[in-house]
C-alpha cells in the first residue's frame, strides 16, 4: 500500500530513532466474547480512503498544533527491520500502522512554536552562546507522525495483537527503517498508554545516534476496525535530556474524532 514518506523523514531525520513501550490501556479481545461475535467482525468492512480523510486530524482542530498532510508517497515495502519479528515496531517507528491496512492516511502535528529571533541569531548571539541556547529552545518541540488505518473484518485487532507480540520479542532491539535509513534500536520499554479507544499499546524505543542515545515514543489506539498510530520525537527534548511523550492534547482530538 502506498503511503507518505513525509512522516518517514520526520521521525528519522536527525539520525533516526526507534523506541518503543507496551502497556494495554483496555482490551475487549477476550476468548469470552458472546457466540457469533467472529462472524460479525468478519462481516466488518474497512472505511474508505474518504472516509478516513473526514475522520482523521485536519488544520486549526488541536490547540497549539499545525496539522499538515504529508506528500512524496512510499510504499510499506521500503521498510525493513533486521529481525523480521519486530518489523510490526518498524512501521510504527517510520510512521505507518503496525501491519498492513485496507486504506491508511496519514498527517503531521507539529508543535506550534517561534523560530529563533534575529537577535539570538546574530553574530554577538553566536559568539556569547545565545544562538545555541535558542536553537535547542527552537528544537523543544514536540513532532508528531499521525496515521489513521482501517481494516476489514477482525484485522485491526491482529495488528495490535501483532504489535504487542513484536513488543515483547524486541525488548534488546533491532536495526530497521526505511531502506535508504535504518537506524539501530537498543531498547524497546513499556510506556503507559492513554487508555482512548477500545485498546491501546504505548511504548518507548532508545535508538543509538552514533553513540548518543536517544527516545522515541509511540501509542497505537484501537476503534472499533479502525487504528490511530501516534510517533513522536522531540529533537531539542533529546539533545537536553527532557522528558517528553505523545503529547496527549493530539490523542485526545483524533479519538474525538473516531468516537
Known sequence: MKRSQGART???????????????GCSDGSSTDAPGTARKASAVKALSAAQLKQRILARG??????VNAIGEAAT??????SDDRCRPLAYVLTGLAPADP?????????????DPTDDATSLDAMADGRFESALKDSLNLDITSLDLSSYDGDGARQALR????????????????????????TEVTPAKASGSGDESIAFT?????????????????????????????????????????????VIKAQSAKLK
Not at 220 to 238: D, E, K, P
Open 10 to 24: 520526520c521521525a528519522l531525520a536527525v539520525g533516526g530513532a526507534l523506541s518503543l513501550a507496551l502497556i494495554t
Open 61 to 66: 482542530e488541536v490547540d497549539g498544533y499545525k
Open 76 to 81: 510499506r515495502s521500503t521498510v525493513r527491520s
Open 102 to 114: 485496507a486504506s491508511e492516511i496519514g498527517r503531521t502535528v507539529r508543535e506550534d512554536k517561534k
Open 162 to 185: 501483532a504489535l504487542s507480540a513484536a513488543l515483547q520479542n524486541c525488548t534488546t532491539g533491532f536495526t530497521g527503517g526505511t531502506s535508504d535509513d535504518e537506524q539501530k534500536v
Open 205 to 249: 524505543a532508545t535508538t543509538d545516534m552514533d553513540g548518543d542515545k536517544g527516545p522515541l515514543h509511540a501509542e497505537v489506539v484501537r476503534y472499533g476496525n479502525t487504528v490511530a498510530t501516534y510517533f513522536t520525537m522531540n529533537i531539542g527534548a533529546m539533545m537536553t535530556g527532557k522528558t517528553y511523550t505523545v503529547p496527549p492534547a
